[in-house]
């Protein structure tokens, strides 16, 4: 095998080995009220800048918890929860964008800007490890041999 592959292979192990334990579902369901908060995180407070309605204190997310904790209680599924915050608040509601239309603009670029980044870093480290080393010519030895003497 090639030496020059090995931490390439290095990398891409670990990295796979980071995706795999990250994305392994967890075991057991979580109670109604630990499904609920789960979902709060999902959502944009409507008041605050940057909150979940999990995370935030204002009466309006407050609401929020308690109708998606009545919503779990009933047995709605997590999609009808989602649809219900989205007709009743819009897309804004959702801290994390759909892969759909606007929302895969927003998850895709910046893997596509990663990948031509990296791409060009590459190209770039080619290109230099093909360039020859310089070597001093007679001319540059004459050069500095008059400039010493």
Do not use: Y
């Not at 109604?32 to 959502?43: Q, T």
């Amino acid at each position: 095998m090639n030496r020059r592959l090995l931490p390439w292979l290095a990398l891409a192990l670990v990295v796979g080995a980071t995706l795999t334990f990250v994305a392994w579902p967890r075991g057991g369901s979580p109670s109604p009220a630990a499904h609920a908060r789960a979902l709060a995180e999902e959502f944009r407070c409507p008041e605050c800048q940057g909150l979940s309605a999990a995370d935030s204190s204002s009466s309006t997310a407050r609401a929020m918890r308690a109708d998606i904790r009545e919503r779990v209680e009933n047995g709605q599924s997590d999609a009808e929860i989602r649809q219900a915050m989205i007709d009743r608040f819009g897309d804004s509601i959702l801290l994390k964008p759909e892969g759909k239309g606007l929302g895969l603009v927003v998850w895709g670029l910046p893997v596509v800007a990663l990948v031509v980044g990296a791409t060009g870093l590459v190209l770039a480290l080619r290109r230099w490890r093909r360039q020859p080393s310089a070597s001093a010519t007679d001319a540059d030895r004459a050069l500095v041999e008059r400039a010493r003497s």
